[in-house]
């Protein structure tokens, strides 16, 4: 993990998801300069979540839209556009799971702790097991997201939006681009049924049919 995240990058795929690296420390700088220790935090975050990307040697367009999504969700932060477009956190919060969702599988598959499909696979589970598992990540994922928007509303900022109706509606958005986001993935592992066995570290298969 540690030489994938310091190799050059090689392709437009990888200088897309580079580039998109660049902007989050650029958005930090400008954080730092410009706005405040709270927004300078989120961008810090984000720019975390963009390296540990680069580490999983997945596919670069992926890993580009993943750091592009989180991007836009922080920025959107803030410059308040969660607060001027009453619609626009829908959209966002269903994007944003989707990518964290399927980011967070790469990353427990790579470490080994969850399984990657194959012939050794039984067919009913065969075809839930991706799905489900992304679909539970982004619904953790979206709590997590609401329990922040509660702790910022009551300790940092009081305009947050924040209440029944909001929340509800996020951890749906969540969830719905979560299983969207499983049922993909779980089409683009099965484009090749190899074993399930690694040929070299945990998440060996995962990565070779991904990036096929």
């Keep these: 993990m540690i030489d994938a995240l310091l190799r050059r990058p090689s392709g437009s795929g990888e200088f897309f998801a580079d580039a998109?690296?660049?902007?989050?420390?650029?958005?930090?700088?400008?954080?730092?300069?410009?706005?405040?220790?709270?927004?300078?935090?989120?961008?810090?975050?984000?720019?975390g979540g963009t390296l540990v990307s680069r580490s999983l040697e997945i596919p670069r367009l992926f890993d580009g839209l993943y750091g592009l999504t989180l991007l836009a969700a922080a920025w959107s932060s803030v410059l308040d556009l969660y607060a001027r477009v009453s619609w626009w956190d829908?959209?966002?919060?269903?994007?944003?799971?989707?990518?964290?969702?399927?980011m967070t599988y790469f990353l427990l598959a790579r470490l080994g702790v969850v399984p990657v499909p194959g012939r050794r696979s039984?067919?009913?589970?065969?075809?839930?097991?991706?799905?489900?598992?992304?679909?539970?990540?982004?619904?953790?994922?979206?709590?997590?997201?609401?329990?922040?928007?509660?702790?910022?509303?009551?300790?940092?900022?009081?305009s947050i939006n924040v209440g029944y109706q909001d929340t509800m509606g996020d951890l749906a958005a969540g969830g719905l681009g979560a299983l969207?986001?499983?049922?993909?993935?779980?089409?683009?592992?099965?484009?090749?049924?190899?074993?399930?066995?690694?040929?070299?570290?945990?998440?060996?298969?995962?990565?070779?049919?991904l990036n096929r």
């Design 122 to 158: 039984t067919p009913a589970a065969a075809r839930v097991a991706v799905p489900v598992l992304v679909l539970s990540l982004g619904l953790a994922v979206s709590v997590l997201w609401e329990l922040a928007e509660w702790w910022g509303n009551s300790f940092v900022d009081a």
């Design 90 to 102: 829908i959209p966002v919060h269903f994007a944003a799971t989707a990518v964290i969702a399927s």
């Design 20 to 47: 998109v690296r660049l902007a989050c420390l650029f958005s930090l700088a400008a954080a730092l300069l410009w706005f405040g220790p709270v927004d300078a935090a989120l961008f810090l975050l984000v720019l």
């Design 180 to 209: 969207l986001a499983g049922v993909v993935m779980d089409r683009m592992i099965r484009r090749d049924p190899e074993p399930a066995v690694p040929a070299s570290g945990a998440g060996a298969p995962l990565q070779r049919r």
